[in-house]
């Protein structure tokens, strides 16, 4: 081989190394696109899976089944004692006994009876106390029927097991299946899960007591965490001058957001309830050991939309004259607002499905009434949740489904609010 042939293949040989190097860097590019794609694929089917298993096991519990009752409002029952006081239950069960005199027995009574939630009986004193003209009166009246008639109605329970298995006698599904025939049992919109409180029955348990209890907290942690998250971030930014301290300040605020959050809850049962006496299982409370958990993500997140607006804003508004509190105030403060919000929006999502922190403070209490200040004992969703998973029965199961849908949904929306303020005030340079 002379020098000419080598002349003119050492440049070939370098072309083909360079041309191997290629197909096997776009190879490798396909590959990690095809395992980007895959990784999202995966997510999102585990995640729809899981949404559907929710979904599939709660949306019944927003439709609760009634029995119609040709109601007697005995003046006997109701003159004996002082309206409020007087044995309602006696009335409900004169007008079952009245659908089905052949019932005989006090076992049969007893399973009788025990089609109809025990709120019904409260229904009619509800009732009665707004209308006292009803005493004497005869009305066709829907009330709850029980949680296990409830359940079998959805299909939750089977009807094809031997009766020693079942959760019902042979007598009580003849009478549930009379009452279907006879259109006096029906599937309608559950109200009460909106507008009551918890209960130790199903059927009458709701999530507005939760709900409220979740919205005073964070109304307490929203107006304590906000303006000091963002006064804080901007003195960082702006005005806190460069050395060890300052660096030192921000380290622990972003060592703090990595914190667990039942952390905060200790510190709040130690300094709130122990040392300040406050009052136990209050928003008041919980709205304070929020606050401590989201300050840091919300500083943090100020931090970040101060460090993105172009240090061209301040020197031009510098060069005009204006003052290092004008500047940051009149220019720099607007730019940087959607990440801010954001970030608080972002925070006060953390803190709506907190429950840790809060069963430290006491959040954790069976509460019936419905709070009404910033003092009363309350829960939160996250929390009624827990109370609802631990219980045994199947009718907890479909509302604790339904309150994780109801949460779901309050999250995605305040998701969907924070991408909306973010698009609406965000300014392009």
């Given at each position: ?370 709070p009404t200040g910033l003092t009363d004992p309350s829960t939160v969703l996250p929390v009624q949740i827990y109370l609802w998973a631990d219980s045994p029965e199947r009718a907890f199961m479909e509302r604790t489904s339904a309150a994780i849908i109801v949460l779901l ?21």
């Amino acid at each position: 081989m002379n020098k000419k042939e080598i002349k003119f293949k050492t440049p070939n040989r370098a072309q083909d190394i360079v041309l191997q190097s290629l197909a096997k860097r776009y190879r490798a590019e396909r590959r990690f696109k095809l395992y980007g794609i895959g990784a999202i694929a995966f997510s999102l089917i585990f995640l729809s899976l899981l949404f559907v298993d929710i979904i599939s096991k709660g949306y019944t519990a927003f439709q609760q089944t009634f029995v119609e009752l040709e109601v007697f409002f005995d003046p006997d029952i109701l003159s004996r004692e002082a309206l409020v006081k007087a044995d309602y239950g006696a009335i409900v069960k004169n007008s079952l006994l009245a659908m089905f005199p052949d019932v005989q027995g006090r076992s049969d009574k007893r399973m009788l009876y025990s089609l109809v939630s025990s709120g019904a009986a409260y229904q009619l004193r509800d009732m009665v106390l707004k209308r006292p003209d009803l005493v004497g009166k005869k009305l066709s009246i829907w009330v709850p029927a029980d949680d296990e008639v409830d359940m079998l109605v959805k299909g939750h329970f089977r009807r094809d097991v031997p009766e020693s298995e079942s959760r019902f006698s042979r007598k009580q599904l003849g009478w549930i299946d009379r009452l279907a025939a006879d259109g006096k049992i029906q599937k309608k919109f559950n109200q009460t899960f909106f507008t009551a409180g918890d209960s130790r029955e199903p059927e009458q348990a709701g999530i507005r007591g939760a709900v409220m209890g979740s919205f005073f907290t964070l109304l307490i942690t929203l107006i304590l965490s906000f303006p000091i998250g963002v006064a804080a971030a901007i003195y960082l930014e702006e005005f806190a001058p460069r050395n060890r301290w300052t660096d030192l300040i921000e380290i622990n605020i972003n060592n703090l957001a990595a914190v667990p959050s039942i952390v905060f809850g200790l510190l709040g049962l130690a300094v709130f309830l122990n040392f300040f006496g406050l009052p136990r299982s209050a928003p008041l409370v919980g709205g304070l050991v929020l606050t401590l958990m989201t300050l840091p993500t919300i500083i943090i997140a100020g931090s970040s939309a101060l460090k993105a607006v172009p240090p061209s804003i301040r020197e031009a508004a510098l060069g005009v004259g204006a003052s290092r509190m004008q500047t940051v105030t009149h220019h720099v403060l607007p730019l940087a607002l959607p990440g801010m919000l954001t970030g608080a929006i972002i925070g006060m999502a953390r803190a709506l499905g907190e429950s840790a922190p809060l069963l430290m403070i006491g959040m954790v209490a069976f509460i019936v009434d419905i709070p009404t200040g910033l003092t009363d004992p309350s829960t939160v969703l996250p929390v009624q949740i827990y109370l609802w998973a631990d219980s045994p029965e199947r009718a907890f199961m479909e509302r604790t489904s339904a309150a994780i849908i109801v949460l779901l949904a309050f999250l995605c929306i305040m998701n969907a609010g924070a991408i909306f303020l973010r698009r609406h005030f965000e300014r392009r340079w």
